[in-house]
């Protein structure tokens, strides 16, 4: 066999057997409905996860211009229902099992926007009186799509809103001494982040992008927007990007 024959045959087998051994990485996207059926507007909403992504409990939800609530799109199942992956034992302890616990400051901008007082003291849903299932979920543990659809007609500008917090995310400055006797505030650290964008249903061709805004109560005293981020770090990695597009 001529040399450069043996040498083209030796570069074919090394090159085969170099892509036969490499890993063929896939991305797992999810995909969430909520509102089957219903006849208001709709919406493809991308969630596109950040690197301190980990399970966190999130609401999308859609209200006027002038910042009036108008209804939710989806919300995760725990807060939804009050029963949690680790249910509270007494104040600051929780069980390893599944089960009841108020966590106020899992996300009091949406509950306060919601402004429904599900147990006659607090805006958090209980075993007893949870969100409806149309618009709840288990939180998805990759990239999503959430197709979901309004109840009513929306207004021909409105704005849609995220709010999305990790519990236990601790930073050098949301820590464990800086509200040490708020047991409300240890089930989150660094609080709920809100973002926003404002949609124009003239333009259903084009792609919206949520933008953070803000953050909520450190531990859900009060529904208002904090606008300084500076203190936030792996917070604002939760999320990568979110894309959301009407659907005619």
């Not at 409300?184 to 949520?210: G, H, N, R």
Request: net charge neutral; with cysteine; aromatic share 12%.
């Amino acid at each position: 066999m001529k040399k450069s024959n043996l040498l083209i045959l030796t570069f074919t087998f090394l090159l085969l057997w170099s892509c036969s051994n490499q890993k063929v990485h896939t991305t797992v996207v999810d995909k969430l409905e909520t509102n089957i059926g219903a006849k208001g507007t709709g919406f493809e909403i991308q969630f596109y996860k950040g690197k301190h992504h980990n399970h966190p409990t999130f609401a999308f939800w859609v209200e006027d211009l002038e910042g009036n609530y108008l209804e939710t799109l989806y919300v995760t199942q725990y807060l939804a229902t009050g029963v949690f992956g680790h249910g509270a034992i007494s104040e600051g302890k929780w069980s390893s099992e599944p089960g009841e616990a108020k966590r106020p400051a899992s996300l009091p901008y949406w509950l306060h926007k919601r402004g429904i007082i599900a147990d006659g003291k607090t805006y958090l849903p209980t075993p007893e009186k949870p969100v409806a299932d149309a618009i709840t979920g288990a939180t998805p543990h990759n990239d999503f799509v959430l197709t979901a659809h309004s109840t009513q007609q929306l207004p021909s500008k409105f704005r849609l809103m995220l709010e999305i917090n990790q519990p236990w995310d601790w930073n050098e400055y949301w820590n464990n001494g800086l509200y040490p006797v708020d047991a409300d505030y240890k089930t989150s650290c660094q609080p709920a982040l809100v973002y926003s964008v404002e949609i124009d249903q003239s333009k259903t061709e084009k792609d919206f992008y949520l933008n953070p805004i803000g953050h909520s109560h450190y531990s859900g005293k009060d529904g208002e927007l904090y606008t300084d981020l500076t203190t936030l770090t792996t917070a604002k990695q939760i999320v990568h990007k979110v894309a959301v597009h009407l659907k005619k």
